[in-house]
Nanobody
Framework: QVQLVESGGGLVQAGGSLRLSCAAS????????MGWYRQAPGKQREWVAT???????IYVDSVKGRFTISRDNAKNTLYLQMNSLKPEDTAVYYC????????WGQGTQVTVSS
């Protein structure tokens, strides 16, 4: 098992940046796959990005070139650097860990104003 705690959300103007963090309660060295989903009001949860143990990253098309996922196993922390934010990025962002059962954080709100 693992507990995940997100932080770093907030209110930002369009074009701005935020960095989300997801702190894990145990070593992330043996967690092969971690990533982020988001859920906008009235919409289903949407996958955003994944990073696997070897460092391979994949992204949903709508964030490619703007978001960067990374992990620091020494700090047991997952990150999502979000640049050039758009109002349509407004959502609650959730981190997850596949172990292989999926564990979720509680979410952090990101609001992008136009």
């Amino acid at each position: 098992q693992v507990q995940l705690v997100e932080s770093g959300g907030g209110l930002v103007q369009a074009g701005g940046s935020l960095r989300l963090s997801c702190a894990a309660s145990r070593s992330t060295l043996r967690i092969n796959s971690m990533g982020w989903y988001r859920q906008a009001p009235g919409k289903q949860r949407e996958w955003v990005a994944t990073i696997v143990g070897g460092g391979t990253t994949i992204y949903v098309d709508s964030v490619k070139g703007r978001f960067t996922i990374s992990r620091d196993n020494a700090k047991n922390t997952l990150y999502l650097q979000m640049n050039s934010l758009k109002p349509e990025d407004t959502a609650v962002y959730y981190c997850y860990a596949d172990m292989p059962s999926k564990y979720w954080g509680q979410g952090t709100q990101v609001t992008v104003s136009s």
